[in-house]
């Protein structure tokens, strides 16, 4: 089995279709993610990875606290943060 120039002119345009389609939305999805994580503030409200919604009360270092119903408050990771949002979804009794 011979490497040919020819493998090379198949091969070639499929790893730039690949990285296109795939690996350069990622980067910017997480270039993204992490210039709103840059820019989180206290009182901004936000969606963690486990779908809980909460109101950013603290930031220290990479430490979010965040506060929930009833003035809750828990500590997440900063890359725990999948999103900041608008308006919190209402609460069904």
Do not use: C, H, W
């Not at 345009?13 to 690996?23: K, S």
């Not at 210039?35 to 009360?57: F, H, I, P, Q, W």
């Amino acid at each position: 089995m011979n490497f040919d120039f020819k493998d090379l002119l198949f091969f070639g345009p499929m790893i730039l279709i690949i990285y296109f389609m795939i690996f350069l939305p990622k980067k910017k999805e997480q270039q993204n993610l992490d210039k709103m994580l840059a820019a989180l503030k206290k009182g901004d409200r936000v969606l963690t990875n486990s779908g809980m919604y909460g109101e950013v009360a603290s930031i220290k270092d990479n430490i979010v606290t965040l506060k929930f119903y009833d003035g809750m408050r828990i500590d997440f990771a900063k890359s725990a943060i999948a999103k900041a949002v608008e308006t919190l979804p209402e609460a069904k009794a």
